[in-house]
């Protein structure tokens, strides 16, 4: 899932009517096929990124996986430890300020490079160890790390899972799915900023469990699971920012007001405004068009959100159980990794229940 997380005890309620609701209506789109990218017997993956040619898979490490954090994919769909051996080598006990500890997303930002999100926290549930949390950026000419932004105890707080990330000129935004917020980073200075922590927006409901199979997922307490701000997508001019706890709903605010240091926190708060009621999602991709693609885990589906709220079945699969964090590729493709995040064992009594090979899809949707 493009994010994990402790369970949050206390939330806030928050009413959302999603503007436009009247014309969201359900609509089937004609039968596509799923292509298979790769497959694995030994790597849970549930982030990829593309980019000329090359084909980057990660996962977290409390999946149970057997393969490198970060890995690129060779010419059979081996998985090769990417930028090198190195950066996957980390182990308890080691220094975790330039190795990959625990890895949630890896996204391209418009220049091409690749980013890492590494949550720096080794177990589910757990803190960052100090230093661990950062993003990594890799140059995709070079293939070697170019700089790497850490976050300090300020931004990656007691239980933080800094989950995904978006970038909007001189900023990326980041979400976290532990302790709930937004992280506002300065890919100049290297600043980085908490926003909007603990409103409701950002927190987990309630009354919004994530169901798949008609069961409830179950954190490891055997409570039920709880993703706080996980989701986000910026709008193809870079005006707004749209971000959800897992299971929503959906808000959004202008990044100019996340872009200024100076407003209070309150004053910030009030610029959240409701943006769409959509179920529990495993991942989001948003195209040129603002057509905001997103797995249904209920459905195990793929879904679009068009800008005027209607919303389209574009496949329902069973293969498509638990489809996290989907990228879609300048020929058109969305890319479909399926790491079954609800079978793996940590949610199930330590008994995993994956079905293997684990597999990542592709599918035209332009």
């Known amino acids: 899932m493009k994010s994990a997380s402790l369970a949050m005890t206390a939330w806030l309620s928050f009413a959302f009517i999603a503007p436009g609701a009247q014309a969201q209506t359900q609509k089937q789109t004609p039968p596509r096929s799923l292509l298979v990218a790769a497959e694995s017997n030994s790597m849970i993956w549930n982030g990829v990124?593309?980019?000329?040619?090359?084909t980057f898979v990660s996962g977290p490490r409390w999946t149970g996986s057997k393969g490198p954090a970060l890995a690129r994919l060779d010419a059979k769909g081996r998985p090769k430890p990417y930028p090198d051996a190195s950066w996957n080598a980390w182990k308890p006990g080691d220094d975790p300020r330039n190795v990959f500890v625990n890895i949630?997303?890896?996204?391209r930002d418009p220049s091409g490079d690749l980013w890492v999100v590494d949550t720096g926290a080794p177990d589910f549930g757990g803190n960052p160890l100090p230093g661990g949390a950062k993003v990594v950026r890799i140059s995709l000419k070079t293939h070697r790390v170019s700089r790497i932004y850490p976050f300090g105890p300020e931004a990656a707080q007691e239980g933080s899972y800094i989950d995904d990330i978006r970038f909007n000129g001189r900023h990326a935004y980041l979400t976290d799915a532990g302790r709930p917020?937004?992280?506002?980073?300065?890919?100049?200075?290297?600043?980085?900023?908490?926003v909007l922590d603990g409103v409701a927006a950002t927190t987990a409901r309630a009354d919004r469990p994530i169901v798949l199979g008609g069961q409830t997922v179950k954190a490891p307490d055997?409570?039920?699971?709880?993703?706080?701000?996980?989701?986000l997508e910026l709008s193809p001019d870079g005006h707004w920012l749209y971000f959800a706890p897992l299971s929503g709903p959906w808000s959004r605010i202008e990044t100019r007001w996340l872009d200024d240091p100076s407003i209070r926190p309150e004053a910030l708060a009030a610029h959240v405004e409701p943006w769409a009621d959509l179920p529990p999602v495993g991942g989001t991709a948003m195209d040129a068009n603002g057509?905001?693609?997103?797995?249904?885990?209920?459905?195990?589906?793929?879904?679009?959100r068009t800008p005027d709220g209607r919303i389209e079945t574009v496949i329902q699969d069973p293969r498509l159980h638990w489809v996290d964090a989907p990228v879609i590729d300048?020929?058109?493709?969305?890319?479909?990794?399926?790491?079954?995040?609800?079978?793996?064992?940590?949610?199930?009594?330590?008994?995993?229940?994956?079905?293997?090979?684990?597999?990542l899809y592709r599918l035209r949707i332009h």
């Not at 990124?49 to 090359?54: I, L």
């Not at 917020?181 to 908490?194: F, N």
């Not at 057509?291 to 679009?304: E, G, H, P, S, V």
């Not at 399926?338 to 079978?343: A, L, N, S, T, Y």
């Open 222 to 231: 055997r409570s039920d699971l709880k993703v706080n701000a996980d989701p």
């Open 330 to 359: 300048e020929q058109g493709f969305i890319w479909l990794p399926v790491p079954q995040m609800d079978r793996v064992g940590l949610f199930n009594q330590g008994q995993s229940k994956t079905v293997w090979p684990v597999s």
């Open 104 to 107: 949630n997303a890896i996204h």
């Open 181 to 194: 917020g937004l992280i506002v980073l300065d890919l100049e200075t290297g600043k980085t900023r908490r």
């Open 291 to 304: 057509d905001l693609y997103f797995t249904n885990l209920a459905q195990d589906a793929l879904q679009k």
């Open 49 to 54: 990124a593309v980019a000329e040619g090359n």
